[in-house]
T-cell receptor, first 116, second 111 residues
């Protein structure tokens, strides 16, 4: 079975530019999560969606926004990029209707964003 | 870390030895999970233990959970070089739709 697909795998942007990261969850997974992981750091929770509605929010900057579409794929939009936004961005999905309650997350391989 | 500390931060052992990693967390939880991450790759789920469970086994993995101390441990027995990776604990708190990760332990198993 196909796993979580993220695109692009690598992205290089300049300061103040915008970036859009895409995530395609596993089939029939209705919950999507976004994480940011800096070098040598733990994954930081950004935001989650359940059934196309935002379900929880973490340390996501106001410059970032995200949404989940009718086909359950999700996009993370990042504007006014800063050097500190350089990181690995992971998307994960889970199958339960109440978020990840007693269900593990399935991660994609991430998008490596480099801001120069 | 958004959630808590992992101990140790790094661990280097010989193949065949056991590796123990500890994790502490801050909130009330529904479950605690352990994930593995190879460098620059996505995290892979290893094992989930519910808040009403105290111990769980999966192959060479043994996880314990002490909710009174808000702590968990992951034991990998008979380690192999292929176990070299970073290991993270993560918790689903009782209040929301998010899984919060701890700081991780870097395990290096020498052949």
């Amino acid at each position: 079975a196909a796993g979580v697909i993220q695109s692009p795998r690598h992205l290089i942007k300049e300061k103040r530019e915008t970036a859009t990261l895409k995530c395609y969850p596993i089939s029939r997974h209705d919950t999507v999560y976004w994480y940011q992981q800096g070098p040598g750091q733990d994954p930081q929770f950004l935001i989650s969606f359940y059934e196309k509605m935002q379900s929880d929010k973490g340390s996501i900057p106001d410059r970032f926004s995200a949404q989940q579409f009718s086909d359950y794929h999700s996009e993370l939009n990042m504007s006014s990029l800063e050097l500190g936004d350089s990181a690995l961005y992971f998307c994960a999905s889970s199958p339960t209707g109440i978020g990840s309650y007693n269900s593990p997350l399935h991660f994609g391989n991430g998008t490596r964003l480099t801001v120069t | 870390s958004q959630q808590g500390e992992e101990d140790p931060q790094a661990l280097s052992i010989q193949e065949g030895e056991n590796a123990t990693m500890n994790c502490s967390y801050k909130t009330s939880i529904n479950n605690l999970q352990w994930y593995r991450q190879n460098s620059g790759r996505g995290l892979v789920h290893l094992i989930l233990i519910r808040s009403n469970e105290r111990e769980k086994h999966s192959g060479r993995l043994r996880v314990t959970l002490d909710t009174s101390k808000k702590s968990s441990s992951l034991l990998i027995t008979a380690s192999r070089a292929a176990d070299t990776a970073s290991y993270f604990c993560a918790t689903d708190d009782t209040g929301g739709f998010k899984t919060i990760f701890g700081a991780g332990t870097r395990l290096f198993v020498k052949a």
